[in-house]
């Protein structure tokens, strides 16, 4: 089991910044591939970014791409998104995931920490 904690999310206006923390614990999170979704209101959970164990192996979905950063630190089992100009689509309950494969079909999730963008 793997238990994974949520947290820097707020209320932000558009053009601005957070940065998301994800605290794991339970197995070696090394192991790990990590991941970023999001989830509006009355849409489906969506891919944001993943990172694999060494951080050498980075994706991002295009929406995201150059505006958002996946990092890791495996020695404080954290994995963080920065996410720099911020736009009221980015609104989203982002959740951070780990699983053993880049799918993440058999992932853990946490419970998401909410971002909310003004225009």
């Known amino acids: 089991q793997v238990q994974l904690v949520e947290s820097g999310g707020g209320l932000v206006q558009a053009g601005g910044s957070l940065r998301l923390s994800c605290a794991a614990s339970g197995r070696t999170f090394s192991n790990y591939v990590m991941g970023w979704f999001r989830q509006s209101p009355g849409k489906e959970r969506e891919f944001v970014a993943r990172?694999?164990?060494?951080?050498?192996?980075?994706y991002y979905t295009n929406s995201v791409k150059g505006r958002f950063t996946i990092s890791r630190d495996n020695a404080k089992n954290t994995v963080y998104l920065q996410m720099n100009s911020l736009k009221p689509e980015d609104t989203a309950l982002y959740y951070c995931a780990a699983d053993s494969n880049y799918d993440f079909r058999a992932a853990y999730w946490g419970q998401g920490t909410r971002v909310t963008v003004s225009a």
């Open positions: 990172i694999n164990w060494s951080g050498r192996n980075i």
